[in-house]
């Protein structure tokens, strides 16, 4: 027979079946992805079935007087989503119809599983819906006596009973119970009917899909997104939980994939997923937490503050999340999550607005991040996190080659000093210490220990871990970086420059079939990314495929805007002369760039050791980042014998 508390939960209405008790809604016994709102609204629309449920009853159950919430915009949204996830339409509805002025009704006969449909022994011929007119009673013809009086319907969910009936007129009364348990002011704890961890679940790895936006206001994306990179972050400081980063989760931003297929991609053992919403200076943040196989709710919460205490607000929902996954926490790790202060709120506006330019990855996106940085250190200048944005954004500004060094590298090392002077415990500050150590001061064993300092304090921090991989490979410490940039894939299998470091880390390694794999992977996700042909293009060159190459360099051009007589001229080139012609049109094109390194790599691969070298001590001179490749980038092989070439790696102190 079916267990009456599993049947007490449950409900169908057509191809759909709710179960109450885990918050889950499937369709021909397939998980349909619903948010929690949606779903409450959906679970008060089903107890109330066939009567108007008005808008006023659904804010009173829903969104409590004592909680903040655009409510007008919330309800509209979760109606919304909720047809979309049902199938169904406010002109020709089938499930949910629209009284205007009035209120929402819920229209289809339910009916409640029968006992083949949930792995009870019913009789072969018993179908597997209660069809209708065959013993569907609808809840609002039965046991309405319980919960009504005087046509009065009473309006709340808490301990209610819904009736129904079963094939062939047999009553049976189910009992169906959502508790809602008040926890304090701006916290609203829900748990379902039945215990939720009824079997211990192990998460070592967690993944914050991106929190939705219940604004109504397209400009506030940035905040949503603020506030998801916020969560990431601070879970990251547990170093026992591997935590996907910002850039492979905001790949699902929208999407409407199932959770336990984002799980299985992202190689996850649990998901969090919410909203953010926020007036003026309040803000409320839901949270659920999911496991990722079986998509069953296993916790929720709602947070509400002023946005001055939204760090505190961040650091509290990381701390509930790692005590119900049952996460080992360190004294110092909690130290950490506990330290957070108030902040400036239209300092931290502005930082997040630059923090949302910086992760477009592209030199006009730096140079916004860096307005709005300057912008929130105007508006408190006593907060680190904006310095070293502005720092780290410089930063990218001169390897991108948009800013020369002269302009960006004491821009860079103000707004580091400055942001050290402010928490030198900052992982993004000890990171940022170690990029200045790496790329710009090219102090070796300063840059070693500030990359290990800043992966103690976030062990989950992938920018520093990807930038740590390129390090050990730039000192020829291979092993240990290919293990470094597993390490970041881990935690950013999507991500273009956690695949790029180590399809680069295989090329030095020699392992070019792996090389070229990897970054293959790159051209998928992003194909639009010029990155993916470049490297591709040196792969090739490498070994000597020129035809490749060529292929490679055609699509780099097409997506930098090269004209196409600039394309035809390097198919030529290599048509006359063959690799000598490949490499002198190289040589043409970096010198009408003025790029030293490239006119060294160039002549190198020509065979003119002389002039390679001669162009390397220009590159020297100008303290060119890319120098810090010399060692191990395999270009460099054809002179790699020179004592003059040898003389030059002595003077950058590399390892011997």
Do not use: C
Not at 198 to 208: F, K, L, N, T, Y
Not at 319 to 325: K, L, N, P, R
Not at 515 to 535: C, H, M, T, Y
């Amino acid at each position: 027979m079916l267990d009456p508390a599993v049947a007490s939960s449950m409900i169908r209405f057509g191809v759909f079946e709710v179960d109450l008790r885990s918050g889950e809604l499937r369709k021909h016994s397939l998980k349909v992805r619903i948010q929690k709102q949606p779903f409450r609204v959906l679970a008060m629309l089903l107890e109330h079935q066939g009567q108007i449920v008005t808008r006023e009853e659904l804010h009173k159950e829903l969104w409590p007087a004592d909680t903040f919430v655009d409510f007008e915009h919330g309800l509209n949204a979760a109606i919304n989503r909720l047809r979309e996830a049902l199938g169904d339409s406010a002109d020709n509805p089938r499930f949910v119809e629209t009284l205007h002025g009035h209120g929402y009704r819920f229209i289809a006969p339910i009916s409640a599983p029968s006992p083949s449909s949930t792995g009870g022994g019913a009789a072969q011929n018993s179908p597997p819906y209660p069809q209708e007119g065959q013993g569907a009673i609808p809840v609002s013809a039965a046991g309405r006596e319980s919960s009504a009086v005087g046509g009065v319907r009473e309006p709340h969910l808490r301990k209610r009973w819904i009736v129904v009936s079963a094939a062939g007129g047999a009553l049976a009364v189910l009992a169906v119970l959502l508790a809602f348990d008040v926890g304090g002011p701006g916290r609203l704890f829900w748990r379902a009917t039945g215990a939720l961890h009824e079997q211990p679940m192990r998460v070592q790895s967690i993944a914050v899909l991106p929190l939705e936006n219940l604004s109504g206001d397209p400009q506030q994306e940035y905040f949503a997104d603020g506030m998801t990179e916020e969560l990431i972050t601070n879970l990251g400081k547990i170093g026992a939980l591997r935590v996907i980063s910002r850039t492979s989760v905001m790949r699902y931003k929208g999407t409407k994939k199932a959770l336990p297929d984002i799980a299985r991609e992202l190689n996850v053992d649990a998901l969090v997923e919410g909203t953010v919403s926020r007036s003026g200076n309040r803000v409320r943040i839901t949270a659920n937490l999911l496991q990722a196989q079986t998509d069953r709710h296993l916790w929720a919460e709602s947070y509400e503050r002023d946005l001055h205490d939204v760090l505190s607000l961040q650091d509290e929902v990381a701390q509930t999340i790692a005590q119900e996954i049952k996460i080992q926490v360190t004294p110092q790790e909690q130290a950490r999550l506990a330290a957070a202060h108030r902040v400036n709120p239209q300092a931290y506006e502005l930082y997040l607005k630059g923090r949302y330019h910086y992760y477009k990855w592209a030199p006009e996106e730096f140079r916004t991040a860096v307005e709005y940085f300057q912008k929130a250190i105007q508006a408190d200048p006593g907060w680190a996190p904006p310095y070293a944005g502005l720092a780290t954004s410089y930063g990218w500004l001169w390897i991108d080659g948009a800013l020369s060094p002269e302009e960006a590298l004491p821009r860079f090392e103000a707004a580091l000093k400055t942001a050290l002077a402010i928490d030198d415990m900052n992982p993004e500050v000890r990171y940022t210490l170690a990029a200045s150590a790496y790329y710009y001061r090219w102090d070796w064993e300063e840059a070693d220990r500030e990359f290990q300092r800043a992966l103690v304090l976030d062990p989950n921090l992938v920018e520093a871990r990807f930038e740590y991989a390129w390090y050990l490979s730039d000192m020829g410490r291979l092993p240990e970086a290919l293990a470094e940039a597993q390490r970041a894939l881990d935690r950013d299998p999507l991500s273009v420059s956690a695949n790029l470091a180590m399809g680069d880390i295989y090329f030095r390694a020699r392992q070019y079939d792996k090389a070229l794999s990897q970054i293959q992977r790159i051209a998928v996700l992003e194909p639009g990314d010029f990155r993916a042909p470049e490297f591709l293009a040196v792969i090739y060159e490498q070994q000597q495929m020129y035809g490749e190459a060529i292929a490679e360099r055609k699509i780099l051009m097409r997506l930098r805007g090269v004209p196409a007589e600039s394309i035809s001229s390097l198919e030529r080139a290599y048509q006359q002369a063959g690799a000598e012609g490949y490499w002198n049109w190289q040589l043409a094109e970096a010198k009408r760039h003025n790029a030293p390194y490239a006119i060294a790599r160039a002549y190198a691969r020509l065979g003119q050791a002389s002039q390679a070298v001669a162009w390397l001590e220009k590159s020297y001179q100008q303290h060119d980042w890319e120098m810090v490749q010399l060692q191990t980038v395999p270009a460099w092989d054809p002179i790699r014998s020179d004592p003059r070439f040898q003389a030059l790696l002595r003077r950058m102190n590399f390892p011997p």
